[in-house]
């Protein structure tokens, strides 16, 4: 086993180890990332295929739970964190990164704020929506995610109130005032929601007086900069009509090159020959790096095309046509729990294996809609 390999995400620390070539992450990181309540009570709800190692350190061992990618996606299914998409976008990456450099943090590292004052500029720390204030749509930020950014230790309701009095804010003009019946969806009284302007926004971060405000305030700053930026001019286009003609000879040139180039590499039939040699199946992760998808963003479109089943234990589980099809297999294995009072508990999974059949299946179906867009 490697060395553990950390990085951060939103502030938060997450590790990763390359086990048997594969990447798995600690469980309580992940959980944590993900806004669990309980990070640990979800990895064993949801977490069937983790597995328990010692890691060398200083002191002796220390003993972790680490799960491998199939249990980190069924923890973005049930996970309370906003924009979970981001998150699945980075850790995909990640998982690259702990395999090919197990001990090394990546540089540059754009999802880590080195400076808490600095804006970041590839995370979305808040998020900014249109709304209409006083009449006219703008982009504003819920008084809500504000409030959990900031850390402010005093609740929601009161805090917005106390501010909106002590510095003056005017309804219509610096905030508009909405329902949201979605947080209450066994009926009742709707919650109270503020959409703030910006400008109302980086004032509030800045009277916190702490370092959480002025990374906010920064972060306001930059994303109007950003909206309020020309588009850069495209060097590509051409000026004059001499750069026109000589523009469409070289897209010409460029066009009969590649077609001659898919002609002789046939990357269709080089993967149906590598297939075909092959004894062994696959499991859908090593499936889904030979196609060139993430592992995540496999699993997800499996799912959308009704190849893979969506519902509690059988999510990554083929429809029945798919294996009557000679596409996959399905095996069962077993893993064994160890519960805090001691006692051991033995259970079963099931495993979705891709068969010599189906990895020809999937690369032309998936292949194409690549190429394809």
């Given at each position: 086993?490697?060395?553990?390999?950390?990085?951060?995400?939103?502030?938060?620390a997450i590790?990763?180890?390359?086990?048997?070539?594969?990447?798995?992450?600690?469980?309580?990181?992940?959980?944590?990332?993900?806004?669990?309540?309980?990070?640990?009570?979800?990895?064993?709800?949801?977490?069937?295929?983790?597995?328990?190692?010692?890691?060398?350190?200083?002191?002796?061992?220390?003993?972790?739970?680490?799960?491998?990618?199939?249990?980190?996606?069924?923890?973005?299914?049930k996970?309370?964190?906003?924009?979970?998409?981001?998150?699945?976008?980075?850790?995909?990456?990640?998982?690259?990164?702990?395999v090919?450099?197990?001990?090394?943090?990546?540089?540059?590292?754009?999802?880590?704020?080195?400076?808490?004052?600095?804006?970041?500029?590839?995370?979305?720390?808040?998020?900014?929506?249109?709304?209409?204030?006083?009449?006219?749509?703008?982009?504003?930020?819920?008084?809500?995610?504000?409030?959990?950014?900031?850390?402010?230790g005093?609740?929601?309701?009161?805090?917005?109130?106390?501010?909106?009095?002590?510095?003056?804010?005017?309804?219509?003009?610096?905030?508009?005032?909405?329902?949201?019946?979605?947080?209450?969806?066994?009926?009742?009284?709707?919650?109270?929601?503020?959409?703030?302007?910006?400008?109302?926004?980086?004032?509030?971060?800045?009277?916190?007086?702490?370092?959480?405000?002025?990374?906010?305030?920064?972060?306001?700053?930059?994303?109007?900069?950003?909206?309020?930026?020309?588009?850069?001019?495209?060097?590509?286009?051409?000026?004059?009509?001499?750069?026109?003609l000589?523009?469409?000879?070289?897209?010409?040139?460029?066009?009969?090159?590649?077609?001659?180039?898919?002609?002789?590499?046939?990357?269709?039939a080089?993967?149906?020959?590598?297939?075909?040699?092959?004894?062994?199946?696959?499991?859908?992760?090593?499936?889904?790096?030979?196609?060139?998808?993430?592992?995540?963003?496999?699993?997800?479109?499996?799912?959308?095309?009704?190849?893979?089943?969506?519902?509690?234990?059988?999510?990554?589980?083929?429809?029945q046509?798919?294996?009557?099809?000679?596409?996959?297999?399905?095996?069962?294995?077993?893993?064994?729990?160890?519960?805090?009072?001691?006692?051991?508990?033995?259970k079963n999974?099931?495993?979705?294996?891709?068969?010599?059949?189906g990895?020809?299946?999937?690369?032309?179906?998936?292949?194409?809609?690549?190429?394809?867009?």
């Open positions: 086993m490697n060395a553990i390999h950390t990085e951060e995400f939103n502030l938060h590790r990763g180890i390359s086990r048997d070539g594969r990447p798995w992450v600690v469980a309580h990181d992940a959980a944590t990332i993900l806004n669990f309540p309980n990070p640990m009570e979800a990895v064993e709800v949801l977490c069937p295929e983790r597995v328990v190692v010692t890691i060398p350190t200083s002191n002796g061992g220390q003993n972790l739970t680490i799960i491998h990618m199939r249990d980190l996606f069924r923890l973005t299914e996970s309370l964190l906003r924009n979970v998409d981001v998150f699945i976008y980075w850790v995909e990456g990640f998982a690259q990164r702990v090919q450099h197990p001990a090394q943090p990546p540089e540059p590292k754009p999802w880590i704020v080195e400076d808490p004052t600095s804006a970041p500029r590839d995370v979305e720390l808040i998020p900014i929506t249109a709304s209409v204030i006083a009449g006219v749509q703008v982009n504003a930020v819920n008084a809500r995610d504000l409030h959990r950014f900031l850390e402010v005093k609740d929601f309701s009161n805090w917005i109130k106390d501010r909106i009095e002590a510095y003056g804010f005017q309804e219509h003009r610096d905030y508009e005032v909405f329902a949201n019946f979605g947080d209450n969806p066994q009926g009742g009284r709707p919650a109270r929601e503020y959409a703030l302007t910006l400008d109302m926004a980086k004032e509030l971060s800045m009277v916190e007086r702490n370092a959480r405000g002025k990374q906010a305030r920064a972060y306001f700053i930059e994303c109007e900069r950003r909206a309020l930026a020309p588009a850069p001019e495209d060097p590509r286009i051409p000026k004059t009509l001499p750069d026109a000589r523009l469409a000879a070289q897209l010409e040139e460029s066009r009969a090159a590649l077609e001659t180039r898919v002609q002789v590499l046939e990357p269709k080089a993967f149906a020959d590598a297939v075909a040699i092959s004894t062994n199946h696959q499991d859908l992760d090593e499936t889904a790096r030979a196609l060139g998808w993430g592992v995540l963003g496999f699993y997800a479109q499996l799912r959308d095309d009704r190849i893979l089943m969506k519902k509690d234990h059988r999510e990554h589980l083929p429809y046509e798919w294996i009557d099809a000679g596409y996959f297999v399905v095996k069962e294995g077993t893993y064994q729990i160890k519960h805090t009072d001691g006692r051991k508990e033995v999974y099931l495993r979705t294996m891709v068969t010599g059949k990895q020809q299946w999937l690369q032309a179906k998936y292949t194409r809609r690549l190429v394809n867009g």
